[in-house]
Nanobody
Framework: QVQLVESGGGLVQPGGSLRLSCAAS????????MGWFRQAPGKEREFVAA????????VYADSVKGRFTISIDITKNTGYLQMNSLKPEDTAVYSC???????????????WGQGTQVTVSS
């Protein structure tokens, strides 16, 4: 089992930045990956980014490429999503997830955090 706890959400103005954190505990193997998803009101859940636990590979949704950066600090068992140049359309509940990389990117990871709200508004 893997337990995930997100933090770092909040309200930010358009063009601003936020960094989300996802603290992992339990059985975090190097073969696992961590990913971020988001869901806006009335919309389907959307894949945002994923990274191998080793940090060797990253995948991004086209909508966030060049603005968001995913990373992992293995010493702290914590993943991060640095979000820059935020837009109102980035407003959503952001959740981290963990499983094999392909499973995360495919949208069906087994392990999920509880989610954190990100609101981009002036």
């Amino acid at each position: 089992q893997v337990q995930l706890v997100e933090s770092g959400g909040g309200l930010v103005q358009p063009g601003g930045s936020l960094r989300l954190s996802c603290a992992a505990s339990g059985r975090t193997f190097s073969s696992h990956a961590m990913g971020w998803f988001r869901q806006a009101p009335g919309k389907e859940r959307e894949f945002v980014a994923a990274i191998r636990w080793s940090g060797s590979s990253t995948v991004y949704a086209d909508s966030v490429k060049g603005r968001f950066t995913i990373s992992i600090d293995i010493t702290k068992n914590t993943g991060y999503l640095q979000m820059n140049s935020l837009k109102p359309e980035d407003t959503a509940v952001y959740s981290c997830a963990a499983d094999a990389l392909g499973t995360v990117v495919g949208g069906h990871p087994r392990y999920w955090g509880q989610g954190t709200q990100v609101t981009v508004s002036s």
